[in-house]
């Protein structure tokens, strides 16, 4: 069935606009740790402290567990789901090459995560400092 071009004309338009709005939901480039941190680090105002990252990670705030529980207190080798036992790799950037290169992943685990070991979101201020902490240990 051949289209006439009055009708081929709005429906090439119609799948422009489809495949431009597809291509805005993928992101133009992944994230590197450098980036993330830059980004957390704007909106907490302040540089961030890469000693009290590590106090935040392995520190239990009131709640079971800490970072730590799961991800070992130096997370430069894999770990596991204190509840499930699930294997987790390295969070360490230098030793887990996909670590912190997706903005979004990095967020939902950030906000799972925080939530079991806080109770809450974390603040920029965290985020920043524990990525900057993450982003000190090298091989």
């Given amino acids: 069935m051949k289209l006439s071009a009055q009708v081929r004309s709005p429906l090439r ?5 489809a495949a431009l709005a597809g291509a805005a939901l993928v992101p133009a480039h992944a994230a590197a740790p450098a980036e993330l ?26 709640k079971e567990w800490s970072c730590s529980s799961c991800h070992g207190a130096v997370p430069t080798q894999g770990g596991k789901h204190a509840a ?8 360490a950037p230098a030793f887990s090459a996909e670590r912190f290169t997706d903005a979004a992943k990095t967020e939902k685990w ?7 070991v806080v109770g809450r979101e974390c603040s920029a201020v965290e985020k920043a400092d524990v990525l900057s902490w993450l982003m000190t240990l090298k091989r």
Avoid at 13 to 17: A, C, I, K, N, Q
Wanted: glycine residues 10%.
């Fill in 37 to 62: 941190l830059s980004g957390y680090t704007a909106q907490a105002g302040a540089p961030a402290v890469p000693a009290r990252g590590q106090q935040f990670f392995t520190t239990r705030h009131g």
């Fill in 84 to 91: 499930t036992g699930k294997p987790i790799t390295a969070l």
């Fill in 13 to 17: 338009s119609l799948l422009t606009l």
């Fill in 110 to 116: 950030f906000r799972r995560n925080c939530n079991d």
